[in-house]
């Protein structure tokens, strides 16, 4: 079955690089997502990245992705006290529906 | 556009009653999704509705159950409350169109079971 594992908790200074980590198990996700949820907010689709590519940049946001060793990172340069929000990792869609599966959330910590 | 909204954005019910939640999806798209938000579990797929068909459940007991209109709004039900379903409710709506995956998320609905 699909499983996404990342880590808790980072704490990161104003201005320094955030990178959170994510693994996920299912090889045959077309998409990996990061959603950002700031409190008492719904879910905010940050970037995602097809399957068949190794790296998407954004503006401030870089993800990589690891197919073989199934391992998806976001890495937020310049990081501000905005930024500070709990960030999903996420896989799908799973069997062409729009299932999407998360992760637990990492939550990061912007220290001004 | 108007965004993803679910109603009510609070709710507190006791243990044993039955409690609705709506969504109203994102004008034009057919696919709404349900999740459970816990901060032990994280967020949990419950189903996902397109075109007034269930296509996708969760492991979620059938005291969970939803419905989608020919408007595509959706609602959820969740009968004989217990205390673990005390739980942030997400709704996300999708246009399900080749090469657009994007879901949008509402609010949510904060259910509080005592």
């Known amino acids: 079955g699909e499983d996404v594992e990342q880590s808790l908790f980072l704490s990161v200074r104003e201005g320094d690089s955030s990178v959170i980590n994510c693994t996920y198990t299912d090889s045959s996700s077309t998409y990996l997502y990061w959603y950002k949820q700031e409190p008492g907010a719904g879910l905010q689709l940050l970037t995602y990245?097809?399957?068949?590519?190794d790296m998407k940049q954004d503006q401030r946001l870089t993800v990589l992705l690891n197919k073989k060793d199934k391992h998806l990172s976001l890495r937020i340069a310049d990081t501000q006290t905005g930024d500070s929000a709990i960030y999903f990792c996420?896989?799908?869609?799973?069997?062409?529906?729009?299932?999407?599966?998360f992760g637990i959330g990492t939550k990061l910590q912007v220290i001004p | 556009k108007a965004g993803v909204t679910q109603t009510p954005r609070y709710l507190i019910k006791t243990r044993g009653q039955q409690v609705t939640l709506s969504c109203s999806p994102i004008s034009g798209h057919r696919s709404v999704s349900w999740y459970q938000q816990t901060p032990g579990q994280g967020l949990q797929f419950l189903f996902e509705y397109f075109s007034e068909t269930q296509r996708n459940k969760g492991n979620f007991p059938g005291r969970f159950s939803g419905r989608q209109f020919s408007n595509s709004r959706s609602e959820m039900n969740v009968s004989t409350l217990e205390l673990g379903d005390s739980a942030l409710y997400l709704c996300?709506?999708?246009?399900?169109?080749?090469?657009?995956?994007?879901?949008?998320f509402g609010q949510g609905t904060r259910l509080t079971v005592v």
């Open positions: 990245i097809f399957s068949n590519m």
């Open positions: 996300a709506s999708s246009l399900v169109r080749q090469g657009n995956t994007e879901a949008f």
């Open positions: 996420a896989e799908g869609p799973s069997g062409g529906y729009q299932k999407v599966t």
